[in-house]
């Protein structure tokens, strides 16, 4: 019996034409033809002003909280249900992550627990849209718009989504993609940063190429490129974006796959919703998502447990997600929950992911029904 992975990348075929065509070209270095195409593909996406191609979605955050101008104690509210990175990138500015609760039905920021999180020294709010399902960016918006508060939406799944009918990413001042091997579309490690302020832009390109305007010189806008900015290498080599070309010039078949296989799951698990034996993905109407994320909510922390188990010894990888942040012993030493955590503590307790890569079709059958023997059903 040949195992099934929990993921696999996707290979769309002409990834080795364009790596070689960069290798070729003898110029590896960032900000070559390759990447401009790929900004390019990644603006016309989100609709976004500006897109920056970067090592990673972690990245990205971390150009998005320089250019947040945070001074040591300033405080960021996010979710605690999400990946290390959100926090990390202003952790590092000496910035406060104020963790509030999520909401049952999507996982994301509970945006009705915001107004009490706000203090003097909120600047900024991180919704995080997982399984790229969006958060409620309505109200988030609003909340930002009256206490003069910047968004950055952590869009590292969020690529060819939407919430009534805008892409994530450009929604908020700013926003973040990855292109991790876990992620729908990869280059093994990648991202974007983008924004549609022409202000933020502007100083996001300086702030990528090591506080220079080495960008403004190649577009013959300046003479001499000289040290403008603080500043970082956050562009990543010609290699990796020759790659990630490849997939973006199909990256809505392979999201398109995805989400047939998200509905193949989510037809064959109403069964086990309607008998109350789990708790399936719910998609808020204004919502359109990507298929990045199949899940089940289990009773328990203990089924869910057995479940993973269960699945593994008959040959199925399925795997539970973030550790929630606020519960980490790093936690106490820099940030603070500004909530009851009962809902993020649960769910992240119970959730169990399948796989829904493309390719993995032909398993489907197998893995609806060892799912169904796991409860003593037949599917
Ligand atoms: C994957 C992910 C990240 C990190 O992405 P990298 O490209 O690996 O840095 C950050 N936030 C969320 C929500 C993610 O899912």
Redesign the pocket.
């Known amino acids: 019996m040949t195992f099934i992975p929990f993921n696999q990348s996707y290979l769309c075929g002409k990834e080795s034409e364009y790596v070689s065509e960069a290798i070729g070209s003898r110029a590896l270095s960032g900000d070559g033809p390759f990447t401009k195409k790929v900004q390019e593909n990644i603006s016309s996406l989100v609709g976004a002003g500006k897109s920056l191609f970067t090592h990673?979605?972690?990245?990205a955050?971390e150009m998005a909280a320089l250019l947040s101008n945070l001074v040591p104690g300033d405080e960021v509210i996010m979710p605690s249900f999400?990946?290390v990175?959100?926090a990390n990138a202003f952790t590092l500015r000496g910035a406060v992550p104020v963790f509030v609760d999520i909401r049952s039905d999507t996982l994301n920021l509970d945006e009705t627990l915001l107004e009490q999180a706000i203090t003097v020294r909120t600047k900024v709010i991180v919704p995080?849209h997982?399984a790229g399902v969006s958060c409620e960016m309505g109200a988030i918006m609003n909340c930002a718009k009256t206490h003069n508060l910047l968004v950055i939406e952590?869009a590292?799944?969020g690529l060819y989504s939407s919430y009534k009918g805008k892409p994530l990413g450009g929604i908020g001042d700013m926003g973040?993609f990855?292109?991790?091997a876990?992620?729908n579309i990869s280059c093994g490690?990648?991202?974007a940063f983008v924004t549609n302020s022409s202000e933020l832009g502007e100083r996001a390109e300086i702030i990528r190429e090591k506080g220079t305007n080495r960008s403004k010189f190649f577009r013959g806008q300046v003479d001499k490129y000289s040290w403008v900015d603080i500043g970082s290498s956050y562009l990543p080599s010609e290699l990796n974006a020759a790659y990630l070309l490849a997939q973006l010039e199909v990256g809505q078949s392979i999201s398109n796959k995805r989400l047939k296989i998200w509905g193949r799951y989510h037809d064959a698990f109403l069964r086990l919703e309607h008998d109350g034996f789990a708790r399936r993905p719910i998609i808020p109407q204004e919502c359109e998502h990507n298929g990045h994320i199949y899940y089940l909510l289990m009773p328990t922390l203990d089924s869910r447990d057995r479940f993973i188990a269960f699945m593994k010894e008959q040959g199925i990888g399925l795997s539970f997600h973030y550790v929630p942040l606020h519960s980490t012993e790093h936690a106490a030493t820099c940030s603070r929950a500004a909530s009851s955590m009962s809902n993020t503590d649960s769910l992240a307790s119970r959730l169990v992911r399948f796989p829904v890569w493309p390719g993995v079709e032909s398993e489907l059958d197998y893995i609806i029904e060892k799912t169904y023997k796991f409860f003593g059903l037949s599917a």
């Open positions: 990673s979605c972690t990245a955050l999400t990946f990175s959100t995080v997982y952590d590292a799944q973040a990855s292109f991790h876990t992620k490690e990648g991202g």
